[in-house]
Every structure is written in C-alpha cells, then in structure tokens.
C-alpha cells in the first residue's frame, strides 16, 4: 500500500492537500470568515507541490502569508501548513530550494513576529502585549525567534530525512553491488572449476576409447578376442565417464572458511533473504510434498533459481517484483521465476530475447547434464521483467544407482 503511494507522488499529495484543507479550512472558515479559509486554501495548494515542486510550493506559501499579514489579525489554524511547506524544502535535492527554505526560516519569523508584535492592532486595556518600547522590543524578539525556530526545526527535519533516505538508498546499492560482485565471482570459479574437471574427465575418458578402438582395429587381425575386450573396456571407461560428470555438480564446493555442504532447495530461504536485503521484492509459492534429491539435483536447481534472482538484481534493480515457484512432483520439480520491474534500471537496454548471456547459458548446460531443461525469455505482456520456466527430472536418492 504504501509503495503505491511513492509510485503515484502526483494523486498522493493531490488527496493530502485536499484533507489539509478540509481540516484546516473548515476551522478557519468558523473562526475567522471566509478570507481566512482563502489563506487556508492558499497553503493547502502550496501543499500539494511539496515533493515535485517544492520551490513552487515555498513561494505559494509567502503569497498565502503576505496575504494573511494584510487582510487578517493573529494566526491562523492554516499556518501549521507552512510547517509542511518549509519541511518539504529542507527534504529537497536542490542546493536552491534548500537555501530559500533556510532563509524563508528567519525571515519568515522576523515578518511573523513584526506582524503579531510591532504592528499589531489595538484591543484595548487588556491586550497581552507590552506597550513599553523595551519591553515590545523584547516581546518581538522573543516571538520571532520562537516562530523562526520553529520552521527552522521542521526544516530540519526535511534534512535529515533526505538525509537518511539517501544513506539508505546508498546501502542499499552498495549491498546489490556486494550481491552482484559475489555471485560473478562464484559463477566464474564455477565455470573454470567446470571446465578443468571436464578436461580431465572427458579428455582422459575419449584418449582410453580412441586408444582402444585404434588397438582393436590392428589386432584383430591376430588375436579374435582383441575386439572384444576392446570394446569392454570401451563401455566400462564410457559408462564411468557419464557416471564422474553426473557427480561433478556436488563435488564443486563452496570457498574456504564456509561450510562445505553443497547447497539446495533447503537454503533457498537464504538466497532470497539475501536479495531482499538489495530492495527487490521476492515471493516463494511451492506445492506440498517436497521429494528429496541427490546432491548434484539440488545444486543444479539452486544454482539456477540464484542465477535467474542474480539477473533481476542485474537488470531489474531497486522495487522489482520476483515470484518464485517451485511445483513438486514425484519424480521432477518444475520451477518458474517471474520478473516484474518497475521502471528499467538506468544505463540499461532492453536485452533481445535471441540474445543469452553465459549465465543462462550455463542454466541450460546445467539442465541438459540432468536431463532437465529450461526456457528463459523477457516478458512481452503486461510489464517489463523477464521470465524462467524449466523442469528437472531425478531419482530419490534411495533409488539412485
């Protein structure tokens, strides 16, 4: 609810100057006529203007006030509006508007204070306000310093919520940058990791059955039994082969000083934690009945479901929407993540659907090693975002062979 609020900044202050003006507006009508709601209603404008404009609103603010100083006596229950107004500047990105704030402060409670003070109208004996010189001097010092420290309070206020908000949002980055770095780095050590452990395997596996089949060739000639044992120990070196690269995803471990257990379905709460903490917003929806894997399954799946949440912090970042879904079957999971953003991160472009990066390329080398696939695609309909749908067959681990 309130996310809805940032994202439409236009209708939310329209709907807050409006209640401003039913509050304050009606008061001022009942107390003081109707030129003192004309004030209110000059404020409540000025309102309305205090994130996208809020010079704009500063300056409807004085015209409210230079009017208020010259058709009306005292305070308004409307001023406490200016309040906001001033508090809106101290809040602002720009160097200008900041300074008008600070300044609207001192000058603003130095007119206030001449206004309700030096220049206030006679009401008789029994007016609070001293007539001694001195003491109406003190009197107007006293009035304006609290009426400027007052603005000068809610300005400082906008300040260190600006303030605030910019550290936040700096962190923020800086954690989407740590999560990013990190993930590059463990897609890279697992890829030259992959590819080393693929040279010796297969590299080791092709140079035995060439050398068989060259033997084999030549000696049959001699010795009838030579093809036969060739093509054994052919089979054999093949079959383990399949078998060593089956088992190379659970045997890639994690870096020295964490633990060495291969991660999976289980740890998915952490990975999502984790992108969470770099502002994206990440839904986990999965049937019932989660059926345990093998080591070299759970990776694969982990691996890709952290890839495709990788890319929305990449493409997506600050305010977009991941839906996980994990659809548990008896002998297969059928995964999909659905990336929704909410405006394109800046210095991207669109990326064209025909064009796969070596991330999602390694999730289909991973799927296709287990017999599994996997589709992805940018979103066409509906919103900006991209979309990660696959399935990945296994055994139970008690039936693994």
């Not at 109406?136 to 906008?158: C, E, K, N, P, Q």
């Not at 890839?307 to 059928?334: C, F, P, Y």
Request: zero cysteines.
């Amino acid at each position: 609810m309130l996310a809805w609020f940032d994202e439409h900044p236009g209708v939310t202050d329209a709907m807050l100057g409006a209640v401003a003006l039913v509050l304050f507006g009606v008061a001022d009508l009942v107390r003081d006529g109707a030129s003192a709601a004309l004030i209110t209603i000059i404020f409540a404008v000025a309102i309305v203007f205090w994130r996208r404009m809020p010079g704009l609103g500063l300056a409807i603010a004085w015209i409210g006030a230079l009017v208020q100083i010259a058709t009306v006596d005292g305070l308004l229950v409307g001023d406490l509006l200016i309040l906001g107004v001033v508090f809106a500047t101290g809040f602002s990105t720009s160097r200008a508007v900041r300074w008008a704030g600070i300044w609207s402060s001192i000058i603003g409670g130095g007119v206030a204070g001449a206004r309700l003070v030096l220049y206030a109208p006679a009401h008789g004996d029994g007016e609070l306000i001293p007539t001694d010189p001195l003491y109406r001097g003190v009197y107007f010092v006293v009035v304006s310093g609290v009426i400027a420290a007052a603005l000068a309070l809610f300005f400082t206020l906008g300040v260190v919520v600006r303030t605030r908000r910019a550290t936040a949002a700096s962190r923020s980055e800086r954690e989407r940058e740590r999560i990013v770095a990190e993930a590059t780095l463990t897609q890279e050590r697992e890829r030259a990791l992959l590819s080393r452990e693929m040279h010796d395997l297969v590299g080791h596996a092709l140079a035995v059955v060439i050398a068989q089949s060259d033997g084999a060739r030549y000696a049959k000639l001699t010795d009838p039994n030579a093809e036969t044992a060739a093509l054994e120990t052919i089979n054999r070196t093949a079959r383990s082969a399949l078998d060593d690269v089956h088992e190379l995803l659970h045997v890639l471990r994690e870096p020295a000083g964490r633990s060495s257990t291969v991660p999976g379905a289980a740890d998915l709460d952490l990975l999502i934690a984790s992108v969470r903490e770099a502002g994206l917003t990440v839904s986990l929806t999965q049937t019932p009945g989660r059926v345990p894997m093998s080591a070299a399954h759970e990776l694969a799946l982990y691996r890709v479901l952290q890839e495709s949440m990788t890319n929305a912090i990449k493409h997506g970042g600050r305010g977009t929407d991941v839906n996980v879904t994990l659809e548990w079957q008896e002998n297969a999971v059928a995964f999909r993540v659905l990336t929704t953003e909410s405006a394109p991160a800046t210095g991207t472009q669109p990326r064209p659907a025909a064009s796969l990066g070596q991330g999602l390329i390694g999730m289909q080398e991973r799927m296709k090693l287990l017999g599994g696939s996997v589709h992805t695609a940018p979103r066409t309909v509906g919103a900006s975002g991209f979309v990660v749908e696959g399935r990945l067959p296994f055994a139970t681990p008690e039936h693994e062979q």
